[in-house]
């Protein structure tokens, strides 16, 4: 691939600005250079009298997958090499996932211990804008999937054309995420003020983290619940109103707790990484990227890790430029536990800590944790703050697929339209608490269905029912849920809704709704014996034992 090569200031955009006179404003600071220097993100010929000649090797969405090494990496090739390897490029975890879970497949070992995917199996379409999970996509039952419906969501997609759609915009490598605005008249805004809008695109599908953050949650596609509805998203799905997170109502961006280099998934150099939590897995955590790095506990305590501007690395004093404003060495700067990275815009000071807000401006106060208030703390060690704070989260029980040969349907990853059509249809789309289920790494957290489903594919004897459980960080944090909800919930248990009763031969339950193909009712993630149970999306991952659900049910909640 040709590199560009740079003229100096002014030079580039002396014949681009003849027909582009508004790409000479609009610019953010940080690439102000684009107003009278196109060149080092656009490339073409400025002193060609012709356009095609002018056009020549112009790169007119710079941030793509396909050309970023030589657009934006220019400047920023740590990004780039970190952003084209991580699981917002490649759907390592979404891939290995899906593989895992739908029969019939034969692609359950997709990921070598190395991390990197395997080679491509037959019927596989490589493209220079996928990452290599996605590349190797073929054409089994859960590839096709993968294809039809799901992968839709990366950063590999191509970018066509300048829109600012907050719920079907996805895609275009580094602008995905980096152009906020697209104001009439002016270059798009390309910054790394990265606005919520950004996110929805994606986030607002599965688990819906976008949606539940800002108090919308999806309902049935039914009268009965569009009667109660907020009203739609643009893409058709209904929406009713749930209790916002409590950092959204603070003004939080996503990105003031998710650091840049999170998304980026940029790891810390060699010896500076924190050792791995108990219980995580060297493949989990690749699996991952860097996603989830940021803890309750890296802002509000008690167990905040803390360093002096001085004994931070030259990595970790990057992660820091533009933050807070200080020159002074002895300032205390907040890191995450998971990979050390420093928290910026996080200011710790004698009279508490503050949140500077990276949208909007101005600072909050940040609530740092109090003993007083976690009276029964020393009785939930294995439960983080997310597992009583998250007020509700997105449920579906009812799903089914179905895949027909005969009918095409648009592929993303060949980009064009071709043979076999999966058809969802959804029910059952409920929200509220969580329910419990026990992590690989021993911790109790919150999970919702992942999969509750029959898929039906001609290659197979028949419809399969799929009972999968996914663990879940809602993003609805607020007041801790109340003891009974828990300690007397069927449904929290994982023993779906029903009627709990304690007689003489111990717990037993009255189920609200019939059973289905294997014994569980469809909100139910195992049973009181545990001789039913069903899986989790990762590997480790489990419902409840019955002795964990006995020792819950002992306590004497309605009196706490």
């Given at each position: 691939m040709t590199a560009l090569t740079f003229g100096g200031p002014g030079a580039w955009a002396a014949g681009c600005l003849d027909c582009h006179p508004s790409a000479a404003v609009g610019h953010a600071s940080g690439h102000a250079f684009g107003a009278t220097d196109c060149g080092p993100c656009h490339g073409g010929d400025p002193l060609a009298a012709a356009r095609d000649a002018a056009h020549q090797g112009l790169v007119a969405f710079p941030g793509q997958m396909a050309d970023v090494p030589r657009t934006c990496g220019g400047c920023h090739p740590a990004q780039v090499e970190a952003v084209?390897?991580?699981?917002?490029?490649?759907?390592?975890?979404?891939?290995?996932?899906?593989r895992r879970v739908i029969a019939g497949d034969g692609h359950s070992e997709h990921l070598e211990s190395s991390g990197r995917p395997r080679a491509p199996d037959a019927g596989a379409l490589p493209s220079g804008q996928h990452g290599p999970g996605i590349a190797g996509l073929g054409s089994s039952p859960a590839d096709t999937l993968l294809r039809k419906l799901c992968v839709g969501c990366h950063l590999g997609r191509p970018k066509t054309r300048h829109a600012h759609d907050p719920v079907r915009?996805?895609?275009?490598?580094?602008?995905?995420?980096?152009?906020?605005?697209?104001?009439?008249?002016?270059?798009?805004?390309?910054?790394?003020?990265?606005?919520?809008?950004?996110?929805?695109?994606?986030?607002?599908?599965?688990?819906?983290?976008?949606?539940?953050?800002?108090?919308?949650?999806?309902?049935?596609?039914?009268?009965?619940?569009?009667?109660?509805?907020?009203?739609?998203?643009?893409?058709?799905?209904?929406?009713?109103?749930?209790?916002?997170?409590?950092?959204?109502?603070?003004?939080?961006?996503?990105?003031?707790?998710?650091?840049?280099?999170?998304?980026?998934?940029?790891?810390?150099?060699?010896?500076?990484?924190?050792?791995?939590?108990?219980?995580?897995?060297?493949?989990?955590?690749?699996?991952?990227?860097?996603?989830?790095?940021?803890?309750?506990?890296?802002?509000?305590?008690?167990?905040?890790?803390?360093?002096?501007?001085?004994?931070?690395?030259?990595?970790?004093?990057e992660r820091l430029r533009g933050s807070v404003p200080t020159g002074d060495p002895q300032r205390l700067v907040a890191l995450t536990g998971r990979h050390g990275t420093p928290l910026a815009g996080l200011e710790i000071t004698s009279e508490g800590t503050f949140l500077h807000r990276r949208i909007g401006g101005g600072r909050v106060a940040v609530p740092p944790y109090r003993a007083v208030s976690h009276s029964l703390a020393g009785a939930h060690t294995r439960l983080g703050c997310e597992t009583c704070h998250s007020e509700w989260a997105p449920r579906c029980y009812g799903c089914h697929l179905v895949y027909d040969p005969a009918s095409p349907q648009w592929d993303h990853v060949a980009g064009a339209e071709t043979p076999g059509r999966w058809r969802e249809r959804r029910w059952a789309?409920?929200?509220?608490?969580?329910?419990?289920?026990?992590?690989?790494?021993?911790?109790?957290?919150?999970?919702?269905?992942?999969?509750?489903?029959?898929?039906?594919?001609?290659?197979?004897?028949?419809?399969?029912?799929?009972?999968?459980?996914?663990?879940?960080?809602?993003?609805?944090?607020?007041?801790?849920?109340?003891?009974?909800?828990?300690?007397?919930?069927?449904?929290?248990?994982?023993?779906?809704?029903?009627?709990?009763?304690?007689?003489?031969?111990?717990?037993?339950?009255?189920?609200?709704?019939?059973?289905?193909?294997?014994?569980?009712?469809?909100?139910?993630?195992?049973?009181?014996?545990?001789?039913?149970?069903?899986?989790?999306?990762?590997?480790?991952?489990?419902?409840?034992?019955?002795?964990?659900?006995?020792?819950?049910?002992?306590?004497?909640?309605?009196?706490?």
């Amino acid at each position: 691939m040709t590199a560009l090569t740079f003229g100096g200031p002014g030079a580039w955009a002396a014949g681009c600005l003849d027909c582009h006179p508004s790409a000479a404003v609009g610019h953010a600071s940080g690439h102000a250079f684009g107003a009278t220097d196109c060149g080092p993100c656009h490339g073409g010929d400025p002193l060609a009298a012709a356009r095609d000649a002018a056009h020549q090797g112009l790169v007119a969405f710079p941030g793509q997958m396909a050309d970023v090494p030589r657009t934006c990496g220019g400047c920023h090739p740590a990004q780039v090499e970190a952003v084209r390897a991580s699981p917002m490029a490649t759907l390592r975890g979404m891939v290995a996932t899906t593989r895992r879970v739908i029969a019939g497949d034969g692609h359950s070992e997709h990921l070598e211990s190395s991390g990197r995917p395997r080679a491509p199996d037959a019927g596989a379409l490589p493209s220079g804008q996928h990452g290599p999970g996605i590349a190797g996509l073929g054409s089994s039952p859960a590839d096709t999937l993968l294809r039809k419906l799901c992968v839709g969501c990366h950063l590999g997609r191509p970018k066509t054309r300048h829109a600012h759609d907050p719920v079907r915009d996805r895609g275009g490598g580094c602008l995905a995420c980096h152009v906020n605005a697209y104001r009439r008249g002016a270059h798009p805004e390309v910054s790394a003020r990265v606005e919520d809008a950004r996110c929805f695109g994606c986030h607002s599908r599965s688990g819906r983290i976008s949606l539940s953050y800002a108090g919308l949650a999806e309902v049935n596609e039914d009268a009965d619940s569009h009667a109660a509805a907020a009203g739609r998203l643009a893409d058709g799905r209904w929406v009713e109103r749930r209790a916002a997170d409590a950092h959204h109502r603070a003004g939080l961006a996503c990105i003031d707790c998710h650091t840049g280099a999170e998304l980026m998934d940029l790891r810390p150099p060699a010896g500076l990484a924190r050792a791995p939590e108990a219980g995580a897995s060297a493949a989990a955590d690749r699996q991952r990227g860097s996603a989830g790095s940021v803890r309750c506990v890296d802002c509000h305590g008690p167990t905040r890790v803390q360093a002096r501007l001085e004994e931070l690395s030259a990595w970790q004093r990057e992660r820091l430029r533009g933050s807070v404003p200080t020159g002074d060495p002895q300032r205390l700067v907040a890191l995450t536990g998971r990979h050390g990275t420093p928290l910026a815009g996080l200011e710790i000071t004698s009279e508490g800590t503050f949140l500077h807000r990276r949208i909007g401006g101005g600072r909050v106060a940040v609530p740092p944790y109090r003993a007083v208030s976690h009276s029964l703390a020393g009785a939930h060690t294995r439960l983080g703050c997310e597992t009583c704070h998250s007020e509700w989260a997105p449920r579906c029980y009812g799903c089914h697929l179905v895949y027909d040969p005969a009918s095409p349907q648009w592929d993303h990853v060949a980009g064009a339209e071709t043979p076999g059509r999966w058809r969802e249809r959804r029910w059952a789309t409920r929200n509220g608490l969580p329910l419990l289920g026990v992590r690989a790494d021993g911790r109790v957290g919150l999970f919702v269905p992942g999969m509750v489903m029959t898929v039906a594919h001609p290659d197979w004897p028949g419809p399969e029912l799929k009972r999968i459980f996914a663990a879940i960080t809602p993003h609805t944090t607020g007041r801790a849920r109340g003891c009974p909800t828990c300690h007397r919930s069927a449904e929290a248990l994982g023993l779906g809704a029903g009627r709990l009763a304690r007689g003489a031969d111990g717990w037993t339950l009255e189920a609200e709704h019939p059973a289905l193909a294997d014994g569980l009712p469809p909100d139910a993630w195992t049973d009181l014996g545990g001789a039913r149970a069903g899986a989790a999306t990762r590997p480790g991952d489990r419902p409840l034992a019955p002795a964990e659900l006995r020792r819950v049910l002992a306590v004497d909640a309605d009196n706490r």
